[in-house]
T-cell receptor, first 114, second 115 residues
Framework: GNSVTQMEGPVTLSEEAFLTINCTYT??????LFWYVQYPGEGLQLLLK?????DKGSNKGFEATYRKETTSFHLEKGSVQVSDSAVYFC?????????????FGQGTILTVHP | GAGVSQSPSNKVTEKGKDVELRCDPI?????LYWYRQRLGQGLEFLIY????????KSGLPSDRFSAERTGESVSTLTIQRTQQEDSAVYLC?????????????FGQGTRLTVV
């Protein structure tokens, strides 16, 4: 079946540090991959996505590259800010019998200190 | 409407009572999802509607949970004989549903507290 595994948190960083949040997936076929973010007190919103192998999604300084060979979609940011403190969810959306259904990872809590 | 709307935003109910949660998706979105998020935990898939296809109910945790959707519009999630472990935020999302490249848009959720 389809599944998404994220690195366990919480992750605590100082401002301007480098961020990596690992995400790997298992899926039949070739899924689309997403990162969603949930800021404190807010709903989930799309951060970035990639729909085919070697695609790079980017937004707000965050990047993630769809790596088919390692079935990964790791989230990176070169210099985090306090305002990036949030919960980050990796997700896949595969075809086949699970057509259109989003499968989420467990989420990673990020806290950035000044 | 501008986005996915869920009501009520908060619901406190007594153990054993039935509750009904409502989701208004973005107009024209054929796909609709319900998820559950317990405090400090990830997203637990409950049910998925796609157009006129039979819904994917594989995530419903027990027969106390059910959901309906009329065409491509409103959906209701019903929890019968609520238990304390049902306390969570229930999230609804909708998607244009045209292939699996499209993102899902989430509502603000309904926070359910069973006392």
């Amino acid at each position: 079946g389809n599944s998404v595994t994220q690195m366990e948190g919480p992750v605590t960083l100082s401002e301007e540090a480098f961020l990596t949040i690992n995400c790997t997936y298992t899926a039949t076929g070739y899924p689309s991959l997403f990162w969603y973010v949930q800021y404190p007190g807010e709903g989930l919103q799309l951060l970035l996505k990639a729909t085919k192998a070697d695609d790079k999604g980017s937004n707000k300084g965050f990047e993630a590259t769809y790596r088919k060979e390692t079935t990964s979609f790791h989230l990176e940011k070169g210099s985090v800010q306090v305002s990036d403190s949030a919960v980050y969810f990796c997700a896949s959306n595969a075809g086949g019998t699970s057509y259109g259904k989003l499968t989420f990872g467990q989420g990673t809590i990020l806290t950035v200190h000044p | 409407g501008a986005g996915v709307s869920q009501s009520p935003s908060n619901k406190v109910t007594e153990k054993g009572k039935d509750v009904e949660l409502r989701c208004d998706p973005i107009s024209g979105h054929t796909a609709l999802y319900w998820y559950r998020q317990r405090l400090g935990q990830g997203l637990e898939f409950l049910i998925y509607f796609q157009g006129n296809s039979a819904p994917d109910k594989s995530g419903l945790p027990s027969d106390r949970f059910s959901a309906e959707r009329t065409g491509e519009s409103v959906s209701t999630l019903t929890i019968q004989r609520t238990q304390q472990e049902d306390s969570a935020v229930y999230l609804c999302a909708s998607s244009p549903g045209q292939g699996w490249h499209t993102e899902a848009f989430f509502g603000q959720g309904t926070r359910l507290t069973v006392v």
